[in-house]
């Protein structure tokens, strides 16, 4: 049996080759998972003295760059790989190109462990550029305008990548911390425009009503976002930055306000992104707040990171993951358990240590312990999903 060329317009070809490796999400997602339930305690273990062992990079750099670069994005590109096979009716990796893109993430987070810098830094830095091209390539042959920012993203996200490896090097004069905030703003504006698609979209689906998008307040927010979070990045002028932020936390929120968010309560696969969108709004107000000179960054950052990221991030992976097997999209107590512990983490990793300073050493270990149960959760449930074939025997 002949197999399908990558870049040209597939068949409907009948399921061949290993079936962890038929589409991106299967690999990307389990290491992905993977990641998430180990490097948090870890870091945490190592944050409290308890671990004296160190990574590669400087120990908060470490845990920023992987939480960004090797948990975040590794969801990103399963999802947008995935998806792009979708949208262009074209072929995406798979196979031995898919194993050998995998098992390059997988190389990079195993030597910011073990290995010297430099092994490090090449093997960090040669996905997400590989990746990007990839994407891009089969939006332009597809003409599918409409997603080329998201693999333009990407490509940003390979120079922001590069900077964060000079910098912490001592190679260019700029924080490393300047780069993993503008890796974060990235991915919250990859969060702003699929969120601005989907939640709208399976909101209505599972509610059965109509959600029509009012095109000012989708462009407004968007626009305001990425203003608030460069000028936050760039720390040019706090003034403005706070306004932005403000703006845009307003905008997000009366944009999600349309998206009926409390009718979704009896449908976790929903409520989740609900819950996980309202971080974002939060983390845009914290952080303007911050550049008021009211507390510390950290308490936006996380809310960005843990609950609008984290929360998004399990969301997603659980419907994709269920779509993409052919099973039912609705989730059990199993699911709905991992989506109230990663709302959780969040809630004590800002919340507590905002209201309660003292208490931050036991914030830290309850919020680590919550997110590794939910992503432990995860791992158990859909491993034996991701790693055998679609229950419908379709490819995929």
């Known amino acids: 049996m002949s197999l399908p060329i990558f870049g040209q317009t597939p068949a409907t070809p009948a399921p061949y080759g290993l079936p962890w490796l038929r589409l991106a999400f299967r690999p990307f997602y389990l290491g992905a998972g993977l990641l998430a339930a180990l490097i948090v305690p870890l870091w945490v273990a190592i944050f409290l003295g308890a671990v004296t062992w160190a990574p590669t990079p400087p120990t908060v750099l470490w845990h920023a760059h992987e939480m960004l670069f090797g948990f975040a994005t590794a969801v990103i590109v399963g999802f947008l790989m995935t998806a792009g096979k979708t949208w262009t009716g074209l072929a995406t990796p798979r196979g031995s190109l898919l194993g050998a893109l995998f098992l390059l993430w997988l190389a990079a987070r195993v030597a910011s462990l073990v290995a010297p810098y430099a092994v490090f830094a090449v093997l960090d830095l040669a ?3 590989v990746i990007g091209l990839i994407f891009l390539r089969l939006l332009m042959r597809s003409k599918n305008w409409r997603n ?8 940003l996200l390979s120079v922001v990548n590069l900077t964060f490896h000079l910098s912490a090097n001592g190679l260019i004069d700029l924080a490393p911390m300047s780069s993993l905030y503008a890796a974060l703003g990235f991915i919250v504006m990859i969060e702003c ?4 698609r989907v ?3 399976f909101t209505a689906t599972a509610l059965n009503i109509k959600i029509e998008p009012v095109v000012w307040l989708e462009r407004s927010a968007l626009a305001a976002t990425a203003t608030g979070l460069t000028l936050w990045v760039t720390d040019w002028h706090s003034g403005l930055a706070a306004a932005a932020l403000a703006l845009a936390s307003v905008l997000n929120l009366s944009r999600q306000l349309r998206w009926q968010p409390l009718a979704t309560l ?8 609900h819950f996980s969108y309202f971080w974002l709004s939060g983390g845009l107000a914290l952080l303007a707040v911050t550049q008021l000179g009211w507390g ?4 936006g950052v996380h809310a960005l990171a843990v609950g609008a990221t984290g929360g998004l991030i399990i969301g997603m992976m659980t419907r994709t993951s269920r779509g993409h097997t052919g099973r039912a999209l609705q989730v059990d107590a199993v699911e709905t358990t991992a989506y109230a512990l990663v709302m959780l983490a969040a809630v004590l990793r800002v919340l507590l240590p905002l209201l309660m300073p003292a208490w931050h050493s036991y914030a830290l270990v309850a919020s680590a312990s919550a997110w590794t149960a939910a992503f432990l959760i995860f791992m158990w449930r859909y491993t034996p999903w ?3 074939a679609r ?3 379709k490819d995929g």
């Open 127 to 129: 996905l997400l550029p």
């Open 148 to 155: 080329v920012p998201l693999a333009l993203i990407l490509l």
């Open 193 to 196: 425009v699929m969120a601005g």
């Open 199 to 201: 939640v709208p979209f």
């Open 266 to 273: 009896s449908r976790p696969i929903v409520w989740i992104l």
């Open 296 to 299: 510390a960054a950290s308490y």
């Open 386 to 388: 991701l790693v055998t």
């Open 391 to 393: 229950r419908d025997g």
